[in-house]
Structures are given as C-alpha cells and as structure tokens.
C-alpha cells in the first residue's frame, strides 16, 4: 500500500513539472529576447519559426498586379503574428489574361 502512495506521488510530481517545463522554456525566450543575449542554456531553447505565404491579385497593369499581390500576402503574414520587417519577398510575377487586364502572384517568406 505504501509503495502504491509512492509513485502516486512520484507521478504527480512528474506531471506537475511536465507542465511547468514549456512555460519555463517561454520564458528564457522571452528574456534572452529582451535582453538581445544568450547564454548555452537558453540557445538551445530558442527555435525559429519560418512560413510561407502567397497572395494573388488582378489589376490593369503587370506593376500594379504584383505590388496587389505582395500585399495579400503580407496581410495575410500579418494576421499569422510577423512583422514586415520579419519577411522577405520571394518573387512576385505577372501574367496577362488579356488587354489591359493582368494577374499576379507573389510569395513571402517569414521568420521569428
């Protein structure tokens, strides 16, 4: 009987701390985040999130469609949690689908 109250305990006490573990790792991040340091502890703690993102657009010139397109796609990066100072444009290109009438694609790649 004593036994079983053992791990019992010894159980709760591993899923207490399983649970403190990812808002322990958070905050080291956000600290060396802060703090613009890291020390080896901390390194291994910090991953980069990298995504990709694309926008399409249709506008009345080839200049006007791409510029539409990167935009989606940066609204859409922004409503993800990135800054545009976190995201790089990849390639924005234009078709024609007929006189005066042009598409575009453009993709965005985003780390933090």
Known sequence: ?????????AALVLAGLAALVPTAAHATTATTATTG????????AVAQ????????AYENSPKKAKREAETQARHSALLSG??????????????RLA????????AISCTR
Do not use: D, H, I, K
């Open 1 to 9: 009987m004593t036994s079983m109250f053992v791990r019992g305990a």
């Open 37 to 44: 340091t890291r020390t080896g502890a901390a390194t291994a």
């Open 49 to 56: 999130e990298t995504q990709r993102f694309t926008g399409s």
């Open 82 to 95: 990135f800054l545009n100072e976190q995201c790089v444009l990849l390639f924005a290109e234009s078709y």
């Open 99 to 106: 006189p005066g009438y042009y598409g575009a694609n453009a």
